[in-house]
């Protein structure tokens, strides 16, 4: 009816991760508080792995000292080291995350500076703490 | 009282279960416990991993290590089981799938869990093969 020109504007897109298909710049930025979600959830995967070490050791100590000696020899290599380094970082990741997430759950500190900060805390905890086992580790001839 | 349920949703008879709140209650209860025994299974780690086998038995049979290491590895596989159930209801739908990897969970996590604690105990009790 109307010869005026349509306007050429892309149609709205609801939100989702990426603008245009595979390889498209990206359209939520990754704010730290998505890494510290995700990571909690990767953390907790990797601790079940660690769970099920743990249940194995346990399992070599009541096989005698030979399989025990075997499951010491597995995690002292350098392979068994990557593993357990791994774990630790887990570890304190996942208990400071999860205490971050008891003090949402009983209603603090969810607004978004608080978030952003706590996750910050978080962070520098794990990897403090991680460095610090260490090099405990590394002094009392646990590695 | 009025109900607000749509008849669809009256056929299908779906809604709560009235159980959520138990399950979310045990992840917190367990991550609670779980924040002062993984402090000191990790103290732990750091003791036995400098020692030997004569030493690893010595230490758990020490009354306190033992219950301790008993407890820490009951309430990790039964809150692991919780997050990773979690996991497996938000990503997967198809339902034989979920059911299949749900009980894969419950399974291995109950399994680990006896087999860790039964040698625990056997070794603390027996003295292990010294």
Not at chain 2, 123 to 128: D, E, Q, T
Request: glycine content about 10%; proline content about 4%; aromatic content about 10%.
């Amino acid at each position: 009816m109307t010869d005026a020109p349509r306007p050429t504007r892309e149609p709205p897109v609801s939100p989702h991760l990426v603008t245009g298909g595979f390889g498209s710049p990206p359209l939520w930025r990754w704010h730290i508080t998505m890494w510290s979600s995700i990571l909690h959830r990767a953390s907790g995967c990797a601790l079940y792995v660690g769970a099920l070490i743990a249940a194995a050791w346990a399992i070599a100590l009541a096989q005698g000292p030979d399989r025990y000696a075997d499951f010491k020899a597995l995690l002292g290599s350098w392979p068994g080291k990557v593993v357990m380094f791994g774990l630790t970082l887990s570890v304190f990741y996942h208990l400071a995350n999860g205490v971050r997430h008891l003090v949402w759950d009983a209603g603090h500190g969810f607004d978004l500076k608080s978030a952003n900060a706590s996750a910050v805390v978080v962070f520098a905890f794990a990897a403090a703490a991680t460095l610090a086992v260490w090099g405990i580790a590394g002094m009392t001839g646990a590695l | 009282m009025v109900s607000y349920r749509t008849p669809l949703g009256r056929a299908r008879g779906l809604g709560s279960a009235m159980q959520g709140a138990g399950h979310w209650v045990s992840e917190r209860v367990s991550a609670i416990a779980l924040v002062p025994l993984v402090l000191w299974a990790i103290y732990g780690v750091l003791r036995l991993a400098a020692g030997d086998y004569g030493f690893a038995v010595h230490w758990i049979q020490d009354p306190l290590n033992a219950t301790l290491t008993a407890l820490t590895l009951a309430i990790s596989f039964w809150h692991m089981q919780s997050g990773m159930r979690v996991i497996v209801e938000d990503y997967i739908h198809k339902a034989l799938s979920k059911s299949a990897l749900l009980l894969v969970n419950l399974f291995v996590c109950w399994l680990a869990g006896a087999l860790a604690i039964f040698s625990i105990l056997k070794v603390a009790l027996s003295g292990g093969a010294l």
